[in-house]
């Protein structure tokens, strides 16, 4: 692990949340920024974004996987019986990982990360959404509470990628953009209307899909019958017309392209987000395909914000000592 000049490369660690594909999107975004700085990165998370990285052509560190999400929405007898035993079983896994690879410093979006960090005496920097104000329910808002808490007493730099303006926020931690990978070639754009991204849908995206083509509209599924595995979706955000989704990934790569978004919220914490852009020009929050439907045209293009992956490499390389002098200040 050698930079051109002979010296012995910086070692970043890159740990991404498990449940859905957006974690790996967002921390592989600021990962490959560090590598364009000169870094070496080795990724760990498992889950559907295993398969997105693996896209890219890396390899990911195998571990366990959790589902909190389902455990808690379902009976909830899945958070003790599952979900506490695959947390612990993901935390040790972590810890021999950090401790075998060594790195400087170790950048995750993963709560588990986080404890894992702690166990091993690691410098980390954390990345998180994840308000307590999101949240109704006293066990949602506990939970919430300690997974901003644990980062902001032990990580060197907790950072929180912001669409919104104004509250909710987390307290301790620092206000950065949306995180979006690298910004595509304008030349090489797909045609694209409507970019349908399903996470669990409230609503059934095909019966979506007909409904949009009954008004002239053509709807692109992603993950669908004619969709393949794409490296990054930010070429399709970009070239469409309107994005619907649930997860916050494609919320925040909507506000980088300058897309207008409709959110369908199907989770707690998807709620929270939603009811945070309710007010954010640009951006829509729908419960079924008639509210879809009814922001079609109403819908300005919001401002494209500056995209948070490369403040989040700076504050990294910050921690390393290694930012390029000649590089601006990050916002935040």
């Known amino acids: 692990m050698r930079t051109d000049g002979g010296e012995t490369a910086s070692t970043v660690a890159v740990g991404h949340y498990c449940e859905g594909a957006g974690h790996a999107t967002r921390m592989l975004a600021v990962a490959e920024r560090l590598a364009d700085a000169g870094c070496e990165f080795e990724i760990a998370g498992g889950g559907p974004g295993e398969r997105f990285v693996e896209a890219n052509g890396y390899e990911e560190h195998p571990l ?14 899945g958070v003790v019986l599952e979900g506490v035993p695959n947390l612990l079983a993901r935390v040790r896994a972590y810890v021999r990982w950090l401790r075998d690879l060594e790195p400087d410093v170790f950048l995750t979006d993963d709560i588990t990360g986080c404890f894992a960090a702690s166990l091993a005496r690691q410098p980390y920097v954390y990345v998180s959404h994840d308000p307590t104000a999101f949240y109704e329910t006293v066990p949602e808002r506990a939970s919430a509470w300690i997974r901003n808490r644990v980062p902001g007493i032990t990580a060197e730099a ?7 303006e104004g509250p909710p926020d987390i307290e301790a ?26 996470s669990a849908f409230s609503v059934d995206e095909s019966e979506l899909a007909d409904e949009l083509a009954k008004l002239g509209r053509a709807a692109t599924l992603v993950g669908g019958e004619d969709w393949e595995l794409q490296p990054s979706l930010q070429p399709y955000v970009r070239a469409a017309d309107l994005v619907v989704c649930s997860g916050y990934s494609t919320v925040m790569e909507s506000a980088v392209a300058g897309t207008p978004c409709v959110v369908l919220p199907e989770t707690s914490e998807q709620r929270g987000v939603a009811a945070a852009l309710s007010r954010t020009p640009g951006f829509g929050v729908a419960q079924s395909i008639d509210d879809v439907l009814g922001h079609l045209g109403t819908l300005e293009r919001p401002e494209a914000r500056e995209n948070g992956a490369a403040t989040i490499a700076d504050v990294v390389l910050d921690s390393l000592g290694e930012r390029p002098a000649d590089r601006a200040e990050p916002s935040h």
């Open 158 to 164: 907790f950072l929180f990628p912001k669409v919104w």
């Open 64 to 77: 366990p996987t959790v589902d909190f999400i389902g455990g808690y929405q379902g009976d909830g007898g």
């Open 173 to 198: 931690a620092v206000p950065v953009g949306p995180i979006a990978p690298a910004a595509p070639d304008d030349d090489a754009l797909p045609e694209v209307d409507v970019l349908v991204v399903p």
